[in-house]
């Protein structure tokens, strides 16, 4: 059983485009969260939603857009594609409170042509 | 702003050859210090969580401990397998629960 799920796991398109990447986890958990990774492998944070509320909103340009239709699911939709926006988008979950290990899926790889 | 630098960036070691990464942070009132493991394609998978100096924790080879300065993750016999990306993470007291992470140290353990 997959705990955290991300689709797709790549993503090939032209800048300007639209795409949204999903992300579902099946292990009960109230917090979601964004990073991205790039190319020098910092993982950084980008949102965060506990219980479908925001609560962490990164200096992030608004292109950027995560949406959370329940607490298992948690969005991000990009507008605009940019060739900076490269990189590897990491979806995690963990249980709320502080210090709870968070964890993560496979990521999405997001490449603009 | 929280920091955490972690070194060396590449380790290579021989199967069987104990060895030690670092992980230095520099936060504001420190909650936890997460190591994770990271292999090609996949994401950071949790090893560790340890929340006070002194703290030592262990699993199979791997063994973390803390000082309030940084954190030790020390490989003891380290088999072919063990060989990844281990990331530092830490979550401090700006009442955010993002988690601030290191760069992290690429491990190659060769038989």
């Known amino acids: 059983d997959t705990a955290v799920s991300q689709t797709p796991k790549y993503l090939v398109t032209q800048m300007g485009n639209d795409k949204s990447i999903k992300c579902e986890q099946n292990?009960?958990?109230?917090?979601m969260y964004w990073y991205k990774q790039d190319s020098k492998k910092f993982l950084k944070i980008m949102f965060s939603y506990n219980n479908k509320e925001l609560i962490i909103n990164e200096t992030v340009p608004n292109r950027f857009s995560p949406k959370s239709p329940d607490k298992a699911h948690l969005n991000l939709h990009i507008n605009s594609l940019e060739l900076g926006d490269s990189a590897v988008y990491f979806c995690?979950?963990?249980?709320?409170?502080?210090?709870?290990?968070?964890?993560f899926g496979d990521g999405t790889r997001l490449s603009i042509l | 702003e929280d920091q955490v630098t972690q070194s060396p960036e590449a380790l290579r070691l021989q199967e069987g050859e104990s060895s030690s990464l670092n992980c230095s942070y520099t936060?504001?009132?420190?909650?936890?210090l997460f190591w994770y493991r990271q292999d090609p394609g996949k994401g950071p998978e949790f090893l560790f969580t340890?929340?006070?100096a002194g703290e030592e924790k262990e699993k199979e080879r791997l063994k973390a401990t803390l000082t309030k300065k940084e954190s030790f993750l020390h490989i003891t016999a380290p088999k072919p397998e063990d060989s990844a990306t281990y990331l530092c993470?830490?979550?401090?007291?700006?009442?955010?629960?993002?988690?601030?992470f290191g760069s992290g140290t690429r491990l190659q353990v060769q038989p």
């Open positions: 995690a979950s963990s249980q709320a409170g502080v210090n709870q290990p968070q964890h």
């Open positions: 340890l929340y006070s």
């Open positions: 292990l009960g958990h109230d917090t």
């Open positions: 936060v504001s009132g420190l909650r936890g």
């Open positions: 993470a830490v979550h401090s007291d700006t009442g955010r629960r993002a988690l601030t």
